[in-house]
C-alpha cells in the first residue's frame, strides 16, 4: 500500500515497459537549472528544460531497487512534455486531462507501453512543481522549477519538509514506501544546512521476535555536512533507528551504520521560499552487535520556507 504525505499525494499510472531496468544510483542528467528572475506564470514554463530531483523505488520486490538521481522534463509546449530519466529513452507525454490534484500527460514507452504523469503546482510557490507516477510496482517522485539565484537567498531559512522514503532489502518483500515529515535549516551566510529532515512514519516488517508477527520499523533521517553552494546544497546523511518488535511494547533503539549516503537538493523561487531535494543510502541495522537487515533506502522531500 502506497503512503504519501498530504503534500505528496498526487500520483498516476506507471506502465512496467518505462525501461528503467538499466538504471544505476548516482547516474544524473546534466541540465543547466532555470533561474527565478519574478513573478512566474505557467507559460513561462514553455520552451525550457528543467532538471528534475526524482527517486524511483519498487516496493514488495526482494530484488527491488531504489535510487535518487537527476533527471528533466522539457516544455514543448502547454499540452506537450518530453520526460528524461536516467538509464530511458526520453517519453514524449501529452496533456490528458486535469483535476484539483494537478495535469495529466500520458504517452507511450517502447511504442507501446502507457505511461502517465502528474504535474501539481505547490500552493505555495507557482516557481516549483511536484512530478509522480505509479503503480503496484514502481514508483516516481520528483520535483523541478525555477531556482533561487545565489544573490536573491535571505541570510538564513528555516523549512518544513514533508517526503517519502523507499526501503527494499534482500529477500524481504515487507517494505513499502514510507512518508514522514522534518525541518531543514539554512544558514546561507555561512553556506550550512542542517537538520532531520525525514522523520518517517513506522512500516511494517518482520525482523525480529514472531515471525508470524509484524515488526513496526520507525527510521529517522537527518542531513550531516551540509554545505549550500551556487547549484544548492549537498551533505551527507544520518540515520537513527527504532523497532517495536511484535508490534507492542516499548520501542527498541537499533544501532546503524551507513554506506553510499548522499543528500542533494536547491531551492526554488522569490528568496529561496521553497526547497527540495533527494537523499540515498545503504543502512545496516544492528541488534545487539548481530545485524538485522541491509537496507537501501532512498527518498525525496520537499517544503516551504517558514522562517
Not at 28 to 46: K, W
Not at 53 to 69: C, K, L
Not at 254 to 281: I, K, P
Not at 282 to 303: E, H, K, N, Q, Y
Given at each position: ?7 505528496l ?21 546534466i541540465v543547466q ?8 506564470s505557467?507559460a ?6 528543467f532538471p ?22 522539457t516544455?514543448n ?13 526520453p ?5 490528458s ?26 500552493a505555495s ?11 503496484t510496482?514502481l514508483?516516481?517522485?520528483?520535483g523541478?522549477?525555477?531556482?533561487t ?7 538564513s531559512?528555516?523549512y518544513s519538509t514533508v517526503?517519502?522514503?523507499f ?6 518483500g515487507?517494505?513499502s514506501?514510507?512518508a ?9 551566510t555561512n553556506?550550512?544546512?542542517?537538520g532531520?529532515?525525514l ?9 525480529a ?6 515488526d ?12 549550500i ?8 546523511v544520518?540515520?537513527?533507528?527504532e ?6 511494547g ?5 544501532g ?20 527540495a531535494?533527494?537523499f ?8 545487539s ?9 532512498a527518498?525525496?522531500v ?5 522562517g
Amino acid at each position: 500500500m502506497l503512503r504519501l504525505s498530504p503534500t505528496l499525494r498526487v500520483f498516476g499510472v506507471l506502465a512496467a515497459g518505462l525501461g528503467l531496468t538499466g538504471c544505476g544510483g548516482g547516474e544524473t542528467l546534466i541540465v543547466q537549472p532555470q533561474e527565478f528572475t519574478g513573478p512566474v506564470s505557467a507559460a513561462d514554463y514553455v520552451g525550457r528544460t528543467f532538471p528534475v530531483f526524482v527517486v524511483i523505488g519498487e516496493s514488495g520486490d526482494p530484488s527491488a531497487r531504489t535510487f535518487a538521481s537527476e533527471g528533466s522534463i522539457t516544455y514543448n509546449s502547454a499540452t506537450s512534455l518530453v520526460l528524461r530519466l536516467p538509464g530511458s529513452s526520453p517519453v514524449t507525454l501529452t496533456r490528458s486531462g486535469s483535476s484539483d490534484l494537478g495535469t495529466t500527460y500520458s504517452g507511450l514507452t517502447n511504442g507501446s507501453d502507457p505511461v502517465t504523469v502528474l504535474i501539481s503546482d505547490v500552493a505555495s510557490t507557482d516557481a516549483f512543481r511536484l512530478v509522480s507516477t505509479a503503480d503496484t510496482d514502481l514508483t516516481l517522485l520528483g520535483g523541478f522549477g525555477f531556482e533561487t539565484a545565489v544573490a536573491d537567498r535571505p541570510a538564513s531559512g528555516t523549512y518544513s519538509t514533508v517526503g517519502n522514503v523507499f526501503l527494499t532489502a534482500e529477500n524481504v518483500g515487507d517494505f513499502s514506501p514510507a512518508a514522514g515529515t522534518g525541518t531543514l535549516s539554512a544558514d546561507f551566510t555561512n553556506s550550512t544546512i542542517s537538520g532531520q529532515f525525514l522523520d518517517a512514519d513506522p512500516v511494517s516488517v518482520r525482523l525480529a521476535g514472531d515471525p508470524a508477527t509484524l515488526d513496526d520499523l520507525t527510521l529517522r533521517y537527518t542531513l550531516e555536512n551540509g554545505v549550500i553552494n551556487s547549484g544548492g546544497f549537498r551533505g551527507e546523511v544520518g540515520v537513527s533507528a527504532e523497532l517495536v518488535v511484535d508490534g507492542s511494547g516499548p520501542p527498541q533503539v537499533l544501532g546503524t551504520t551507513v554506506n553510499g549516503d548522499s543528500v542533494e537538493g536547491s531551492f526554488y523561487g522569490e528568496a529561496a521560499e521553497f526547497t527540495a531535494g533527494t537523499f540515498e543510502a545503504a543502512v545496516r541495522l544492528i541488534d545487539s552487535d548481530s545485524t538485522l537487515v541491509d537496507l537501501d533506502t532512498a527518498g525525496f522531500v520537499s517544503g516551504a520556507r517558514t522562517g
